[in-house]
């Protein structure tokens, strides 16, 4: 047997080109995504919050009735909670390197995921609800 | 992760290094990131009580329109452009472009200022409507 340590991978695992990780660039590419997405959307959000802002509770109200505006600021939540859990995983690799490591990847994840529930959920309400 | 302490030679840390501005765009790039993170807990609540209805609506608006509301909604909006400057810049370097010392040096000063320039302007606005 040669000595190559090349020799050692499989031609599936080089053509799956999934390396050490297992996921690729899937993460670097995802965090591009929604870096590019964020740009729009935040960008949607700050204008409507500058045009909301000390306005009524009934016109703030209103404005979520409109299903453009009310499908734009959801969008926002889910664009940006991918990106801050993708970096803060990036973040927490970088220096948590103790038995701490897994639980505050894990409470990044959970955190994320209720960001964007709890937003979607209270948009889905302005929207629809009485 | 490995705990075990080993005799091996570390890369040099932080404390070695000169100031420069690329580093602390770097640095200001990522606690910029943390901060944003951190701050959607305010964009819920925000949208939670606009949910909820007029009076926890109420809350929200009394603290977002306080001087310390408006001070945290300013310093919030100069962390949220100066990140989105600094992923501009780093879509640049991902296209292969503004590589070289002197450019990611300009580059680097101009996240800055147009971060800053922007946040000014927005603030104009919102003073104006």
Redesign the interface.
């Known amino acids: 047997m040669s000595a190559d340590p090349f020799k050692m991978r499989t031609p599936l695992r080089r053509v799956r080109g999934l390396g050490v990780s297992g996921s690729g660039t899937e993460h670097f590419w995802l965090q591009r995504m929604t870096a590019l997405s964020n740009i729009a959307l935040i960008l949607f959000f700050v204008v409507f919050l500058v045009a909301m802002h000390d306005e009524p509770y009934a016109v703030v109200r209103e404005a979520f009735r409109n299903p453009i505006i009310g499908l734009l600021v959801a969008l926002v939540p889910v664009s940006f909670s991918i990106h801050m859990r993708l970096g803060m995983e990036i973040v927490i690799e970088d220096y948590v390197h103790s038995t701490w490591k897994l639980p505050l990847r894990i409470i990044n994840t959970f955190f994320a995921v209720l960001i964007a529930a709890a937003s979607l959920f209270a948009i889905a309400k302005l929207s629809f609800g009485a | 992760?490995s705990?075990t302490k080993s005799a091996r030679p570390l890369s040099p840390h932080l404390s070695i290094y000169r100031f420069k501005p690329t580093m602390a765009m770097s640095i200001v790039h990522?606690v910029t990131?943390?901060g944003?993170?951190l701050g959607?807990?305010f964009?819920?609540w925000w949208?939670?009580a606009?949910?909820s209805g007029?009076e926890a609506?109420?809350y929200a608006?009394a603290f977002?329109?306080s001087i310390i509301g408006r001070l945290f909604l300013f310093v919030y909006?100069w962390v949220?452009l100066h990140h989105?400057f600094g992923?501009?810049r780093?879509?640049v370097w991902?296209m292969g472009h503004a590589i070289t010392r002197e450019q990611s040096t300009l580059a680097a000063q101009a996240t800055l200022v147009a971060s800053l320039a922007s946040t000014l302007l927005?603030w104009l606005?919102?003073w104006i409507?």
């Open positions: 992760m705990d990522r990131g943390v944003l993170y959607t807990v964009f819920v949208l939670l606009a949910a007029p609506f109420s608006s977002f329109g909006s949220l989105m992923g501009l780093h879509f991902d927005l606005i919102v409507v």
